[in-house]
């Protein structure tokens, strides 16, 4: 695969995957201006370890989701879970987006106007999931692992789960929600004939992005939370 990958242009990697980017702005190699260029040429040209990098670039594209029996999971290893993938995907992936989006929003806007409509809607959802996702992992996930600790070591599972719960469910919906303007400005993200390759780079990555959303609310809003509500009226039954 090594050897096929080298091959390949810098456009057509991130094009199939974009989350191939990512290893290709690290090493400073140029996808858009100058992705006609095949890996190994471009590693050349900046004398660049070609084999390690697409030895990196193997591990992105080859990478999948573990088949998981999520229901099984105790409340502490579905939360790391969530933390470990999804918000980490969230907190890498935003940036970049965000960054592509007002790229090609500035250079292409007046020529496809939708892409203002794109941009002014995921800086709300970036704005909205960055503080989201401190509130989980500041507030609500440490008292859900609480929940699984000894009575006598808990500090805080007296406290009322179902309101923080509410609330984030509130915002799972409001996410979602921008998403599906995302989608609907974005023709289902699909870009225009005459888009650049950052231009498709962005619509790829908002429809990966989508994708991971829906799984990540999945596992919150009907896996762990029941699961956490469960325990919670469990224990302040005893």
Same mark, same amino acid.
């Given at each position: 695969?090594?050897?096929?990958?080298?091959?390949?242009?810098?456009?057509?990697?991130?094009?199939?995957?974009?989350?191939?980017?990512?290893?290709?702005?690290?090493?400073?190699?140029?996808?858009?201006?100058?992705?006609?260029?095949?890996?190994?040429?471009?590693?050349?040209?900046?004398?660049?370890?070609?084999?390690?990098?697409?030895?990196?670039?193997?591990?992105?594209?080859?990478?999948?989701?573990?088949?998981?029996?999520?229901?099984?999971?105790?409340?502490?290893?579905?939360?790391?879970?969530?933390?470990?993938?999804?918000?980490?995907?969230? &907190?890498?992936?935003?940036?970049?987006?965000?960054?592509?989006?007002? &790229?090609?929003?500035? &250079?292409?806007?007046?020529?496809?106007?939708?892409?203002?409509?794109?941009?002014?809607?995921?800086?709300?959802? &970036?704005?909205?999931?960055?503080?989201?996702?401190?509130?989980?992992?500041?507030?609500?996930?440490?008292?859900?692992?609480?929940?699984?600790?000894?009575?006598?070591?808990?500090?805080?599972?007296?406290?009322?789960?179902?309101?923080?719960?509410?609330?984030?469910?509130?915002?799972?919906?409001?996410?979602?929600?921008?998403?599906?303007?995302?989608?609907?400005?974005?023709?289902?993200?699909?870009?225009?004939?005459?888009?650049?390759?950052?231009?498709?780079?962005?619509?790829?990555?908002?429809?990966?992005?989508?994708?991971?959303?829906?799984?990540?609310?999945?596992?919150?809003?009907?896996?762990?939370?029941?699961?956490?509500?469960?325990?919670?009226?469990?224990?302040?039954?005893?």
């Amino acid at each position: 695969m090594k050897h096929v990958l080298l091959s390949k242009t810098l456009a057509e990697i991130v094009t199939e995957n974009h989350e191939a980017a990512t290893i290709l702005q690290k090493h400073g190699l140029d996808f858009c201006c100058k992705g006609k260029r095949s890996l190994e040429t471009a590693c050349t040209e900046k004398n660049l370890p070609k084999e390690s990098i697409a030895a990196e670039l193997e591990r992105v594209l080859a990478a999948g989701d573990l088949s998981i029996d999520f229901s099984r999971l105790s409340l502490s290893k579905l939360v790391d879970y969530i933390i470990d993938n999804h918000h980490r995907y969230v &907190k890498q992936q935003m940036p970049q987006i965000f960054a592509w989006l007002e &790229k090609v929003s500035t &250079k292409h806007g007046e020529r496809h106007n939708e892409l203002y409509k794109i941009f002014e809607c995921f800086t709300e959802l &970036k704005q909205e999931m960055e503080m989201h996702m401190r509130k989980e992992e500041i507030i609500l996930f440490p008292r859900i692992k609480e929940l699984e600790e000894p009575a006598q070591r808990a500090s805080s599972t007296g406290m009322n789960i179902h309101a923080p719960i509410s609330v984030m469910e509130d915002e799972h919906e409001q996410a979602g929600n921008l998403m599906e303007k995302i989608r609907l400005y974005s023709s289902n993200y699909i870009p225009p004939a005459d888009a650049c390759t950052t231009y498709q780079l962005s619509f790829a990555a908002l429809h990966a992005f989508e994708s991971d959303l829906h799984q990540h609310v999945h596992l919150e809003n009907n896996i762990l939370f029941p699961k956490a509500i469960d325990a919670f009226n469990t224990r302040n039954s005893m």
